[in-house]
């Protein structure tokens, strides 16, 4: 049922050509499609990268198909955790990506928002923001494992973090309600102390990791941004709300395959994106709105935004 739905929905609103528009300064702002498109209420917006041009126009965005594997995911955070170790792509990965208790390693559902400026950050990440920060945390990771220095200062710090609940275990009374807890670190970091001394289990991590990195950095290099502007209907989204709001960030969550059907317009950046993201009480970079952008930007703004000016009147404004 819903199905037909879909499609009488396609037939009756959804254009049967794509628009696509190619900006090419990085610094451009300003919303690229009309007034109409911005003021529908069912247009929502995919920020991604070129990498995925082909897999998106082929099958549309369908949970738990990500251009990614989800295991490999689950086994670079798992390596680390191991160690003990993160880094900044894994602060990401491990709560955003597979979630803290792997909530999302079968239930990773595609993701649009209502804020064109927020699809375009989120373009602005070379790969997408999984793979990019897969690729941060695979390439630091390499350079913690090959580096003598840096495991002895990783092993110096597990050193005293064992010690620490060693010495609190040795002084705990057997009924303290903390005993457990304690035991579970002291266990975790007496693990983990073996395992970084071991030259097996360290070239084996390192082998899988070289591996991964294979696998996924031709998804990050002469990568450039791509945001598509889909039109929807709410009972496709687990989570929407009305009415939405186009200056607001409101991250919508499909519940079922969003057809490349619904796509209207595509948007190119391949000469990179420039990081601009208005505040709520700041007026938007619209076309058919340029003096009130420019009169509260050159009221409120003070260096270093005064590039921004210059910017503007790079671009028309």
């Known amino acids: 049922m819903l199905e037909m739905e879909i499609d009488a929905f396609k037939d009756k609103f ?44 082929s099958k549309g965005w369908c949970k738990n198909d990500q251009p990614y594997e989800m295991t490999d995911i689950k086994s670079i955070c798992e390596l680390m955790e191991s160690l003990d170790y993160g880094n900044k792509g894994y602060a990401v990965l491990r709560p955003f990506t597979l979630g803290v208790t792997d909530y999302y390693l079968k239930n990773k559902m595609p993701s649009f928002t209502s804020n064109y400026w927020m699809a375009r950050t989120f373009a602005s990440v070379l790969g997408g923001e999984t793979v990019n920060n897969l690729a941060g945390a695979l390439n630091d990771f390499i350079n913690f494992l090959n580096s003598n ?114 796509i209207i317009a595509k948007i190119f950046f391949p000469k990179g994106i420039t990081a601009y993201f208005p505040a709520s009480n700041v007026p938007l970079p619209l076309p058919w709105a340029k003096e009130e952008f ?19 009147k790079k671009i028309g404004f």
């Open 149 to 262: 220095d840096l495991r002895q200062k990783h092993i110096d710090s597990l050193t005293s973090k064992f010690a620490k609940y060693d010495e609190f275990l040795k002084q705990i009374k057997k009924t303290d309600p903390n005993i457990d807890s304690f035991r579970t670190m002291f266990q975790k970091y007496k693990k983990a102390l073996e395992l970084i001394k071991s030259k097996q289990f360290l070239n084996e991590t390192l082998k899988k990791t070289l591996a991964l990195k294979e696998k996924y950095e031709p998804f990050v290099q002469n990568a450039y941004g791509v945001i598509y502007v889909v039109r929807v209907r709410p009972k496709w989204f687990k989570n929407w709300i009305e009415p939405i709001q186009p200056q607001t960030r409101t991250d919508f969550l499909a519940d079922i395959t969003i057809s490349t059907e619904t």
């Open 294 to 312: 420019k009169k509260y930007i050159s009221s409120h703004f003070v260096p270093p935004h005064e590039r921004f000016l210059k910017d503007f």
């Open 14 to 57: 959804v254009k049967k050509t794509m628009l696509e528009k190619i900006i090419d300064e990085p610094d451009e702002v300003c919303y690229p499609l009309s007034r109409e498109i911005f003021n529908d209420s069912k247009i929502l917006y995919h920020g991604t990268s070129n990498s995925y041009i082909e897999r998106i126009e």
